[in-house]
Nanobody
C-alpha cells in the first residue's frame, strides 16, 4: 500500500503563485508516474501534469507555461509549482501515484483546495 500526504493549497489572488507538495510513503519501490489532477463541482477530474520516474513530463494545455511539475525520487515527493494563477485554476487538486506491476495500481491523495480570487 501507498500512503499519500498533500500540502500547499490555499487562497491566492489572480496572478499569484502556490506550490503543492505530495509525499508518498509505504510500499513505494515500484512507483512510476506521479502527478496532479484537479476537479471542480460537477466536472470530471482532469489531469493537470504528471512526471515519470525518469523525468518525462506532460501538462494540460491550460497550464503549459504557468505550472511546473518536478519530483524528488529519494524523498518520494512530487511538487507542482503554479505561477500566474487564474480564477479558472480554482479546484480541488489531487495527487496521483501509480505503482507499476502486472497491473498498474493508482493511489490518490485526499485533495487540497486551491482558490484563486479575481
Amino acid at each position: 500500500q501507498v500512503q499519500i500526504v498533500e500540502s500547499g493549497g490555499g487562497l491566492v489572488q489572480a496572478g499569484g503563485s502556490l506550490k503543492l507538495s505530495c509525499a508518498a510513503s509505504g510500499t513505494t519501490f515500484s512507483i512510476n508516474i506521479m502527478g496532479w489532477y484537479r476537479q471542480t463541482p460537477g466536472k470530471q477530474r482532469e489531469l493537470v501534469a504528471d512526471i515519470s520516474r525518469d523525468g518525462r513530463t506532460s501538462y494540460a494545455d491550460s497550464v503549459k507555461g504557468r505550472f511546473t511539475i518536478s519530483r524528488d525520487n529519494a524523498k518520494r515527493t512530487v511538487y507542482l509549482q503554479m505561477n500566474s494563477l487564474k480564477p479558472e485554476d480554482t479546484a480541488v487538486y489531487y495527487c496521483n501515484v501509480v505503482r507499476a506491476g502486472v497491473f498498474n495500481t493508482n493511489y490518490w491523495g485526499q485533495g487540497t483546495q486551491v482558490t484563486v480570487s479575481s
